[in-house]
């Protein structure tokens, strides 16, 4: 964990302020085990394998820690050569490589990371966050990548401060009863830690229209490829 992660993190039980302490530094710079504190409410958060834990490892979606630490590069553009993610990436989230420039980016259930491998080859910064041990398989990836932050946590019960993030996309990893619409109404959490209501975007391939986002306004949108179909 690089310690400007702290800059944006929060205690997800009362968004108190969390004090970092190290234990094991690699010879990087990283934090590889240590604890958050929450200044407000007390309560600790350990840091293993550099990643900071806010949900007990073995949970519902254990299964997906399995599948991304087994399959951990099959998706990987960089690793296997195609282009298939970063062409999903830039269409689903609209956003361009000039206005990434100097962001904070939260990706909303990460898996084994193939959206991070392409926002972060951005001058930005990407965190990822996951409920499974997949952040572990996503970090084994990207570990080379001093732009890339990992955390292990609930996209329900955000660990992060408010207004933390210039942009939030979370592709293929949110499934209400295939609604997005609803979770993304649902997920006020999302909202907190934004600065701007409108970037943030919620996929997934098995519905139609596949993205959901909020227009300036923040209002509920759908959208098939570039076209804007309702508005909630
Ligand atoms: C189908 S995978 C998609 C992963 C990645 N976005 C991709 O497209 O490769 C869904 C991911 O969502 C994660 N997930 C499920 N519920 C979550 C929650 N409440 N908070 C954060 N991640 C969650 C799972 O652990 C899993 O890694
Ligand atoms: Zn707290």
Redesign the pocket.
């Known amino acids: 964990m690089w310690l400007k992660l702290v800059d944006v993190l929060a205690c997800p039980t009362c968004l108190g302020e969390l004090t970092c302490v190290a234990d094991e530094t690699s010879e990087s710079g990283e934090i590889e085990k240590g604890s958050l504190k929450c200044q407000q409410c007390g309560k600790t958060y350990p840091i293993k394998h550099g990643i900071p834990r806010f949900v007990p490892e073995d949970n519902y979606?254990a299964s997906?820690?399995y599948q991304?630490n087994r399959f951990r590069s099959q998706?990987i553009d960089s690793v296997n050569g195609t282009d298939i993610s970063k062409k999903r990436f830039y269409s689903e989230t609209g956003w361009t490589t000039d206005w990434l420039h100097g962001k904070w980016i939260l990706?909303?259930?990460?898996?084994?990371g193939?959206?991070l491998d392409i926002a972060s080859k951005n001058d930005c910064e990407v965190v990822g966050?996951?409920?499974?041990t997949?952040t572990d398989a996503a970090r084994a990836t990207l570990i080379e990548r001093k732009n890339v932050h990992l955390v292990q946590?609930?996209?329900?019960e955000m660990p992060f401060r408010p207004q933390a993030f210039d942009g939030c996309y979370?592709?293929?990893?949110?499934h209400e009863a295939g609604r997005q619409d609803q979770a993304l109404a649902r997920n006020r959490d999302i909202d907190a830690i934004l600065l701007s209501p409108d970037k943030c975007l919620v996929s997934s391939p098995a519905t139609q229209p596949s993205v959901c986002f909020r227009d300036s306004r923040g209002q509920l949108c759908k959208r098939a490829g570039a076209v804007i179909e309702a508005t909630l």
Do not use: P
């Open positions: 979606a997906f820690g991304w998706q990706d909303g259930g990460c898996g084994a193939r959206f966050i996951d409920i499974s997949a946590g609930s996209i329900y979370s592709i293929g990893s949110v």
